[in-house]
Antibody, heavy 118, light 106 residues
């Protein structure tokens, strides 16, 4: 079946970086954008950006510019989201999601909890 | 950036009720409006895309309408599994912003 599987939970100190992976299966991985969305505790969904796995094109939300890097490895059907210079308010569940041809996120990863704490 | 405003922020209802959630965009987004359902500890789930198209497998008691800047999600007859948080999202232009969510509880 079509699915996205993310890497496991991370505990990081302020100032560190985190890299979350998202592996697709059950569909032609190159054919769909992958978006990243996060949800801080008690907050709503926040769009972070997207990547086109085949060419590695990216677009990032302004509030993450300079701190986020999205990359892809099509040989592994995997995309990565790296967030640097972590702060306590980066503590959140990070999701990857497939961008369907109908301009919506139709398949989601299970989420990766990133905790930033000294 | 396009701002998405949902109302109400929370809503109490009962099984069998008809529920309407509204979403307003700060500018016209044509028909690029999606609805997601989120339950605690689970990833969001796409319910409706492009205003009114039902995602595969989603029950027909869910429906969407609207155009331009004003949109609604209607649940015709609430079932116990529908108690969750609902988000609208615009897919017209990046950043693809979400509404703040509507928590639906008993």
């Amino acid at each position: 079946q079509v699915q996205l599987v993310q890497s496991g939970a991370e505990l990081k100190k302020p100032g560190a970086s985190v890299k979350v992976s998202c592996k697709g299966s059950g569909y032609i991985f190159d054919g769909y954008y992958i978006h990243w969305v996060r949800q801080a505790p008690g907050h709503g969904l926040e769009w972070m950006g997207w990547i086109t796995p085949n060419i590695g094109g990216t677009s990032y939300a302004q509030q993450f510019q300079g701190r986020v890097t999205m990359t892809s490895d099509t040989s592994l059907n995997t995309v990565y989201m790296e967030l640097s210079n972590l702060r306590s308010d980066d503590t959140a569940v990070y999701y990857c999601a497939r961008w369907a041809n109908a301009y919506a996120m139709d398949v989601w990863g299970q989420g990766t909890t990133v905790t930033v704490s000294s | 950036d396009i701002q998405m405003t949902q109302s109400p922020s929370s809503l109490s209802a009962s099984v069998g009720d008809r529920v309407v959630i509204t979403c307003r965009a700060s500018q016209s987004i044509n028909s690029y409006l999606n609805w997601y359902q989120e339950k605690p500890g689970r990833a969001p789930k796409l319910l409706i895309y492009l205003v009114s198209s039902l995602q595969s497998g989603v029950p027909s008691r869910f429906s969407g309408s609207g155009s331009g800047t004003d949109f609604t999600l209607t649940i015709s007859s609430l079932r116990p599994e529908d108690f969750a948080t609902y988000y609208c999202q615009q897919s017209y232009s990046a950043p693809f912003t979400f509404g703040q969510g509507t928590k639906l509880d008993i």
